[in-house]
């Protein structure tokens, strides 16, 4: 008889652990609370027209590179459509004005940045080494079983800012190689260096969409569990892990219902997995209360347009301004700064498209602005909360049109989200963008661990490793290599795509 995992939560770290498990002789049922699956890989459609709501683009997705190779072993990489990005300048950094482009590939990124940092091209070199030999001693992203790991350990403890500044002597070019902060929310002096290599590396090998929407992420994942014998039942909000002796023997479900399980992975925010075990004794105060005051990242306020047909050209890129002379800082704004810098991107409905019907911009966002109307739910916040998010809409719309002029002509509509939208959908503590923040001063303390002092309860998803696709699905194996073993994992996984 197959043993019975249940999984908490239906986003990218409860399905991808669904599909590895499921594969393996598993019966796994995964129970999520709303009515529809995918967490940060849901999308919407208002008017015809398709918009992301957390994951815009992906890297390291060509042959032979990490994500290319998780995604076969997952069984999802030929039912998605990649569109490539721009690869002489993937992402584009606007500085008070002046504009860079990062380029994928090694020596083209080099080249690029050289040219317009001629002085600077063997520091670039030398900070490429750090970025690429951090994410070479991973053996989470290497998928090669390692016993030494010194070199991340280091760079786990140096912020971001501190290894940059040592290896690149130009200060405008320091600013520059932190112009896409906001894909991690970094914050200076306390973001680890190891998080801007491996995003850098993942995204620096190759960039892409996924056309059509990254749901079909979701929709993909969630066929392959199912073809293996695995469940996923929508609108069980999970209300209690119930524990008998030493162990977790179920979830109870806030409608009275109970899945009785041999194992259980919470896949949701771990403080919402502390409330799930108020009445556990396995779990020690002192651990609550270190997962309960976790720093958290920044939330985001989404601006979400709709363009008139065949206005826009498709920007086949990302775009991140700043009119602030330094990246650094955006998240402490004052109501007249704010905002200080922003991301825009288009969406992709397919591959070679000649015009957008869709872009996205994003820009930080406090939860203390927002304390007001925290006991509020989405669509029943009141009047007041319209004219402040109509206010901000507006203004972000302003700072767009000085990097774009004339655009705001070429909108036909558009929508919003702030934190509390996201909070509302996610279950993110405050909305936070990628949940737990990465802190160099709680050191191992500011780590949300994959294992629990319950010996059959795991944890996966953002908050686990990292956040973004690769984060994720790296949580999952590590999690689900608890059940299979990290060798046999890693060895499945690196022949899957031959």
């Given amino acids: 008889m197959k043993r019975q995992v249940v999984i908490i939560g239906s986003g990218l770290g409860g399905l991808s652990a669904?599909?590895?498990?499921?594969?393996?002789?598993?019966?796994?049922?995964?129970?999520?609370?709303?009515?529809?699956?995918?967490?940060?890989?849901?999308?919407?459609?208002?008017?015809?027209?398709?918009?992301?709501?957390?994951?815009?683009?992906?890297?390291?997705?060509?042959?032979g590179q990490i994500l290319y190779r998780l995604l076969h072993y997952l069984g999802i990489y030929d039912r998605l459509t990649l569109s490539r990005l721009d690869e002489n300048r993937y992402n584009v950094v606007s500085i008070m004005g002046e504009r860079f482009s990062f380029a994928n590939g090694r020596e083209n990124f080099i080249e690029q940045m050289a040219a317009r940092f001629p002085s600077q091209k063997a520091n670039l070199e030398r900070y490429l080494d750090i970025v690429e030999s951090i994410a070479e001693a991973s053996s989470l992203h290497s998928l090669k079983d390692k016993t030494g790991n010194a070199i991340n350990?280091?760079?786990?403890?140096?912020?971001i800012n501190d290894v940059i500044e040592r290896t690149v002597s130009d200060p405008l070019l320091q600013k520059v190689l932190v112009g896409d902060l906001p894909l991690y929310a970094a914050e200076r002096d306390k973001t680890p260096f190891s998080v801007h290599a491996f995003v850098m590396?993942?995204?620096?090998?190759?960039?892409?969409?996924?056309?059509?929407?990254?749901?079909?992420?979701?929709?993909?994942?969630?066929?392959?569990?199912?073809?293996?014998?695995?469940?996923?039942?929508?609108?069980?909000?999970?209300?209690?892990?119930?524990?008998?002796?030493?162990?977790?023997?179920?979830?109870?479900?806030?409608?009275?219902?109970?899945?009785?399980?041999?194992?259980?992975i919470s896949a949701i925010h771990p403080m919402r997995t502390m409330e799930l075990l108020e009445e556990c004794s396995q779990i020690r105060p002192i651990f609550r209360k270190r997962i309960n005051s976790m720093p958290q990242t920044i939330g985001a306020f989404s601006l979400y347009l709709q363009f008139r047909e065949g206005s826009v050209p498709y920007m086949n890129h990302n775009f991140f301004s700043y009119n602030t002379e330094s990246p650094w800082g955006c998240e402490k704004y004052t109501e007249e700064q704010w905002p200080k810098g922003y991301l825009y991107m288009h969406g992709c409905q397919n591959p070679g498209q000649r015009f957008a019907q869709s872009g996205m911009v994003i820009s930080y966002m406090r939860a203390d602005e927002l304390a007001r109307w925290q006991h509020t739910s989405t669509g029943r916040r009141g009047a007041e909360y319209s004219e402040f998010i109509l206010s901000r809409a507006e203004r972000l719309i302003e700072s767009l049109e000085r990097d774009f002029p004339l655009l705001r002509g070429n909108i036909a509509r558009?929508?919003?989200?702030?934190?509390?939208?996201?909070?509302?959908?996610?279950?993110?503590?405050?909305?936070?963008?990628?949940?737990?923040?990465?802190?160099?001063?709680?050191?191992?303390a500011g780590r949300v661990p994959h294992k629990t002092r319950i010996p059959n309860l795991y944890l996966a998803g953002q908050n686990v490793n990292s956040h973004g696709i690769l984060g994720v699905i790296v949580g999952s194996v590590v999690t689900c290599s608890e059940f299979l073993g990290s060798e046999y994992l890693y060895r499945e996984i690196s022949e899957a795509d031959k």
């Fill in 18 to 63: 669904g599909v590895i498990l499921a594969r393996n002789g598993y019966q796994v049922t995964v129970l999520e609370q709303n009515s529809r699956i995918g967490g940060c890989l849901q999308c919407f459609s208002r008017n015809g027209v398709k918009f992301e709501t957390g994951m815009h683009f992906i890297g390291s997705a060509d042959r």
């Fill in 153 to 159: 350990t280091e760079y786990q403890l140096r912020s």
């Fill in 201 to 264: 590396d993942f995204y620096n090998r190759s960039s892409f969409r996924i056309a059509g929407g990254s749901d079909i992420v979701a929709t993909s994942l969630a066929e392959v569990l199912e073809s293996c014998g695995g469940k996923i039942i929508c609108g069980k909000k999970a209300a209690q892990i119930c524990c008998k002796e030493r162990l977790a023997s179920g979830v109870k479900c806030s409608d009275g219902d109970f899945f009785p399980a041999e194992q259980i």
């Fill in 414 to 444: 558009y929508h919003t989200s702030s934190p509390l939208t996201y909070r509302d959908y996610t279950g993110t503590q405050d909305g936070s963008i990628y949940g737990v923040a990465k802190d160099i001063t709680l050191g191992s």
